[in-house]
């Protein structure tokens, strides 16, 4: 099959043959490659399927400082997120203002209080939450999970990371359980809420300092455990570097790791579970 990547790029499907796309050399979305598409459908001459499949290789919007993958949703099931640090606040807000004329949802992670309030001066409907640093705005609700995901913390200190978490599940659908500051200085909290652990199909634990409780948890019950390592410690902790080591050399089975301080990608592993264990992904 041919890349979709290429500039004269054209459908493989004898039935469907939309004009080449020449523009500068870079693909950008067409219409016209769309209307044929659903003409195809439309006269019998494709299957729904395979129209499908072809839009699951659309290309993106070119706003010349980014390339918004508008087609991720399709592809993935979940839109593409506005990572903040190292952007300037006005591409910002472009891109969260072409994302948001698409008419889906709308999540920015690691953004800073002016960088909300610059968003929200153009979107005020935009929520932002201070502690994890999380802007989302909602157009499209996603139908609520029917499982609860919990996401665990060892201590206060970590709860930021376990909020982008939170925010990050939430606006994919996944209903989710903040259980905090439970970590093995004082065992005791956690055993309280060991029913309500075993009862989920995944877990999320965050944690800093020495990075423990991860196998602690997976000890206790029987399902996955995205662990994720904070940078919350003393020196010797170097910056989550010690946490991220013990839960990779877990002793306890079924603990996978994402990076230091990444509880977005923690709530996208879990909810992705979660949706193939209740069929919608």
């Known amino acids: 099959m041919e890349s979709c990547w290429n500039p004269n790029f054209r459908y493989t499907d004898p039935t469907i043959q939309p004009n080449s796309i020449p523009l500068k050399g870079r693909l950008t979305i067409n219409q016209e490659q769309i209307k044929d598409l659903l003409q195809a459908v439309q006269s019998g001459t494709t299957t729904i399927e395979k129209a499908l ?66 968003v929200q001066e153009v979107f005020p409907e935009a929520q932002y939450d201070e502690h994890g640093r999380t802007l989302s705005l909602v157009q499209d609700p996603v139908k609520p999970s029917e499982a609860i995901l919990p996401i665990i913390t060892a201590g206060t200190a970590d709860l930021p990371v376990a909020r982008e978490a939170q925010a990050t599940a939430k606006i994919m659908g996944q209903k989710t359980e903040l259980i905090c500051d439970v970590g093995v200085a004082g065992l005791h909290r956690l055993l309280d809420c060991v029913p309500r652990l075993q009862a989920a199909p995944v877990l999320i634990v965050v944690a800093g300092m020495e990075g423990a409780l991860a196998s602690v948890v997976a000890g206790l019950v029987n399902c996955p455990i995205i662990a994720v390592p904070t940078s919350v410690g003393y020196g010797s902790s170097f910056n989550g570097l010690s946490a991220l080591l013990t839960m990779l050399n877990s002793c306890a089975c079924g603990v996978s790791v994402v990076n230091i301080d990444n509880g977005f990608s923690a709530a996208m592993s879990a909810t992705m579970i ?3 264990i209740e069929g919608r992904g």
């Open 53 to 118: 499949e072809r839009l699951k290789q659309m290309p993106y919007e070119d706003l010349e400082f980014a390339r918004l993958d508008h087609h991720r949703q399709i592809r993935r099931g979940f839109p593409e997120v506005i990572f903040c640090p190292g952007k300037a606040q006005v591409h910002i807000v472009k891109i969260f203002k072409a994302m948001v004329e698409k008419g889906g949802n709308v999540l920015a992670t690691r953004a800073e209080m002016a960088v909300a309030q610059a």
């Open 274 to 276: 979660n949706r193939k």
